[in-house]
């Protein structure tokens, strides 16, 4: 029965929740706050020189990205659920591959393709006798190269999506279509892609907001992007006020880059009028027609994955010997390290959360775990200034006191410790898990609390005996999510991380940075490797997303984890 307004009382599990919604939160606050904070005419130097560039890149970087993202993975995803053509079932987990690479590592390898002193323009100087100038050559260190690079790793979170929504439909839609004269073009364009819209809308905002937390490509390629800003303030100027101002400047273009997808949709909806599934009918593709289907979609294989990852393997198998020392295994250890504790903090934050949230579910609650899942959405750079503001603020209380108590500096408590690169992820990252157990808890039926309860046991040994036994699968996807994550994560790890403590990320970074190419590769095709696992999981879980298929559990569960995870950070 409902408990009466005058004898609630706060539970253990709700008073979690908002102490956890408060500190994932209060990063985004602190970033906002410093809007009003003077900067000693830094902030007006930086408004009137950079900040319109910053504004204009980043826009540009959007656009093309976001285009290209949307016509590769929307028509991809086309092709390979309602047509047929050889290879096809090849295509459909192929083509999430170069999910796998992180934006700078392809920047890198392409970098190290196509720049003056790479392999093609060395091979086109020998055949042709030409010399520097006497030839055009695209520059890839450029805005239309970031724009590049950035296509080719995130277009599949806009494949992702628009396959699923493809798989859902319905076939007496696509039927009714053709009886009415439609040809394969008009139901793509007519049907199919207005009924996917609005998970179409979701993935391009995923890749929008990615293209805006990159770091690695934009910095590396020159491209003066809100991100190589933030951190050229903060590192290079000294000045954290100004950084974290333009850390909010940036939040705040994001937070209007989501009311936007959101006005986008109107009032208007489009729904399925039948629940009746069938095997979906495919437009046969043959001669020519066929051809340019396996085009489309090995292009964005080919040149997204499969070179990098044969460049990558080239160089590190030439410069491994040299890499893969004492040092390179503390780097690995250290990224192991920082994503295991943050998969088995943030699975465990997530899980208390997403019960207390099943116990009690009130709009205060709701609001809260929405607040906490937050800082999904906002890019590693503006998380670290956000964090070590706080944190750096503590530590000079702390010092403060101890100076005066005992005349005695302790030094760095949080702040340039591997706490405040944690806190960072499980502001970052928190809300990947969070979806995950919110997901499978939602398949555990109330009855089984009831029955539970009936036996004498409390929420505690409920949670310990019933659902974590039955929602194991699911914290393991869970934590293999953060885990894959962390590992590629780098701008909020470079700002963040301890002295002399690097990462396989930071490392890659570093020796691209010093024009060590082929020596980033074995750092690099370490993260790969990793990211490759999710990949797999995605894959499988998709090809058995269309209803009325036979699909496990756990392979349903991990499907709506990343559907949710995505539409929730959109």
């Known amino acids: 029965m409902p408990i009466p307004k005058g004898h609630r009382r706060l539970s253990g599990w709700t008073a979690f929740t908002f102490v956890m919604a408060a500190l994932i939160a209060l990063p985004i606050l602190v970033v906002l706050s410093y809007v009003f904070v003077p900067s000693h005419g830094i902030w007006q130097h930086l408004a009137s020189t950079v900040l319109p560039g910053y504004i204009t890149t980043s826009l540009w970087l959007m656009i093309g990205v976001g285009i290209g993202a949307t016509v590769i ?21 192929a083509l999430l591959l170069p999910m796998a690479i992180p934006a700078y590592v392809i920047a890198y390898t392409y970098t190290g393709l196509l720049d003056f002193a790479g392999p093609l323009q060395s091979l086109l100087r020998e055949l042709t006798g030409w010399k520097h100038g006497d030839y055009w050559y695209p520059d890839v260190r450029s805005l239309p190269g970031a724009i590049v690079m950035l296509t080719l790793v995130l277009y599949p979170y806009v494949y992702l999506l628009a396959r699923a929504a493809f798989l859902e439909q319905s076939v007496c839609v696509l039927e009714v279509s053709r009886t009415l004269g ?7 364009s007519a049907v199919a892609v207005p009924l ?160 207390g949230l099943r116990l009690r579910r009130s709009r205060a609650t709701t609001y809260a775990t929405r607040i906490a899942a937050m800082g999904y959405g906002v890019p590693g750079a503006v998380i670290a200034v956000g964090v070590l503001i706080p944190l750096s603020q503590f530590d000079t209380w702390i010092n403060d006191f101890t100076v005066a108590q005992w005349d005695v500096r302790v030094g760095l408590v949080l702040s340039g410790t591997v706490v405040a690169v944690l806190f960072a992820y499980m502001v970052r990252f928190l809300a990947v898990s969070f979806n995950a157990i919110e997901a499978s808890l939602g398949k555990v039926t109330i009855h089984m609390d009831d029955a539970a309860r009936t036996l004498g046991h409390r929420p505690l040994a409920t949670l310990l005996q019933v659902h974590l036994p039955i929602t194991k699968g699911s914290l393991l996807t869970a934590a293999i999510l953060v885990f894959v994550d962390v590992m590629k994560e780098l701008p909020a790890t470079l700002l963040l991380r301890p002295f002399n403590f690097d990462t396989l990320a930071i490392r890659a970074y570093q020796l691209a940075s010093d024009e060590r190419l082929a020596d980033a590769a074995a750092p690099s095709l370490a993260i790969v490797a990793v990211g490759i696992v999710p990949v797999i999981m995605l894959s499988i879980a998709i090809a058995k997303s269309r209803p009325g298929s036979e699909a496990t559990e756990q392979e349903r569960i991990a499907e709506s984890v990343m559907d949710k995870s995505v539409m929730e950070r959109a």
């Open 73 to 93: 993975g929307v028509g991809t995803a086309w092709l390979v659920t309602l047509c047929e053509f050889p290879g096809r079932r090849l295509f459909e987990w």
């Open 196 to 355: 996917a819209r609005p998970a179409i809308a979701a993935g391009v905002t995923l890749v929008l907001m990615e293209t805006l937390n990159d770091f690695g490509t934009v910095q590396y390629f020159g491209v003066n992007s809100f991100t190589a800003g933030i951190y050229r303030t903060w590192m290079g100027m000294g000045e954290p006020a100004a950084a974290a101002q333009l850390a909010a400047v940036l939040t705040l273009f994001i937070g209007l880059l989501v009311l936007l997808e959101r006005l986008t949709r109107g009032r208007g909806k489009v729904h399925h009028t039948t629940s009746k599934y069938r095997q979906l009918p495919r437009y046969r593709l043959n001669g020519h027609h066929a051809a340019l289907a396996v085009l489309a979609n090995g292009l964005p294989v080919l040149i997204g994955f499969v070179i990098p990852a044969v460049v990558l393997s080239m160089w590190a198998w030439q410069t491994g010997p040299r890499i893969i020392d004492a040092r390179f295994y503390a780097e690995a250890r250290n990224s192991f390290v920082l994503a295991s504790l943050a998969a088995v903090f943030a699975v465990a934050i997530a899980m208390i959360m997403a019960y």
């Open 182 to 188: 439609c040809g394969p073009w008009r139901c793509f």
